[in-house]
């Protein structure tokens, strides 16, 4: 729903900058274009956009400045730096989409490390999810996550998720269609 909404705001935006007269556009467009590149993880327009903006308009402003620096720690796949940078007193009309990719970013952290991990120490774990021991320990009830007990930092263990049963196909069937492509390719 919320990534819906952030599509066409996304297209509105981006009609606005084509048909402005000489092809410049506001700070405040730009800046909030630039965030729904980054919450939509479309880091290539980000770039662009980020090449498109006026030097003039770019060297004055801290908030622009401060997302390219998010876009930078995204890039670069920098998870202490991308919190370090979204970490920032956003104005008005993007502190909504910035606070947003924060969470999104830090929702598919938490699923990444469940999928990936079999065990984390939670000290890592914290810096992968910028999250204080309590945050942890509630994260980890909600999943039904184990933390084992013992001195700082603790060993967490993720609970496997239960994928959907593999599809099967008989090798029959297997043969079957290896024999129709074949065929196919030779007529």
């Not at 999928?115 to 009830?141: G, H, L, W």
């Not at 007990?149 to 593999?166: C, F, M, Q």
Request: hydrophobic residues 40%.
């Amino acid at each position: 729903m919320l990534s819906e909404k952030i599509r066409q705001l996304t297209l509105l935006l981006e009609k606005h900058e084509l048909e402005a007269p000489g092809g410049i556009v506001s700070i405040q467009l730009y800046s909030e274009l630039l965030a729904a590149y980054l919450y939509q993880n479309d880091l290539a327009n980000a770039r662009f956009l980020w090449k498109r903006i006026p030097q003039n308009m770019k060297a004055g402003n801290v908030e622009l400045e401060q997302m390219y620096k998010v876009y930078v720690a995204l890039w670069n796949n920098n998870t202490a730096g991308f919190y370090k940078a979204i970490n920032h007193d956003w104005s008005k009309h993007v502190s909504e989409l910035m606070f947003e990719l924060k969470e999104k970013f830090q929702q598919e952290t938490i699923a990444l490390i469940g999928r990936a991990y079999s065990s984390i120490f939670e000290n890592v774990f914290a810096e992968m999810t910028n999250q204080t021991p309590d945050m942890i320990e509630d994260t980890c009830k909600t999943l039904g996550w184990e933390i084992i007990s013992g001195a700082y930092p603790r060993l967490i263990v993720p609970k496997r998720t239960v994928d959907a049963k593999p599809i099967v196909v008989s090798s029959e069937a297997q043969l079957h269609r290896l024999t129709d492509f074949v065929s196919f390719l030779e007529n």
